[in-house]
């Protein structure tokens, strides 16, 4: 059984800084892009950033450009995102996700098949 499981969210300052890491177990992440949601209060989930099977490849929104990074540890089974300079906007519970379809990075929310259950990333002063 594939499971995905978040950490490192929290509360942190306007301008501050967080680096959010999901563990996959039950089988290797190598075969499989992998991305980040996110999802604030009466708000849809939206994509925020996906990397390839090897981590050459990465995309990120246009609202995150600059300021996160998406990266993966294939020996480690982690996908790590490192956030910057962190706006109130940023808020939001933060999921990582499996791209069931394969290697390649993918922004389409319907090709991800497996999910974590979030971790709460709340920037206010």
């Known amino acids: 059984q594939v499971r995905l499981v978040e950490s490192g969210g929290g509360l942190v300052q306007p301008g501050g800084s967080l680096t959010l890491s999901c563990a996959i177990s039950?089988?290797?992440?190598?075969?499989?892009?992998m991305a980040w949601f996110r999802q604030a209060p009466e708000k849809e989930r939206e994509y925020v950033a996906s990397?390839?099977?090897?981590?050459?490849?990465?995309y990120l929104a246009d609202s995150v450009k600059g300021r996160f990074t998406i990266s993966r540890d294939n020996t480690q089974n982690t996908v790590y995102l490192q956030m910057k300079s962190l706006k109130p906007e940023d808020t939001a519970i933060y999921y990582c996700?499996?791209?069931?379809?394969?290697?390649?990075?993918?922004?389409?929310?319907?090709?991800?098949?497996?999910w974590g259950q979030g971790t709460q990333v709340t920037v206010s002063s």
């Open positions: 039950g089988g290797p992440i190598r075969p499989w892009a």
């Open positions: 990397i390839d099977w090897s981590g050459g490849a990465t």
């Open positions: 996700a499996r791209n069931g379809l394969g290697p390649l990075a993918s922004q389409n929310r319907q090709h991800y098949d497996y």
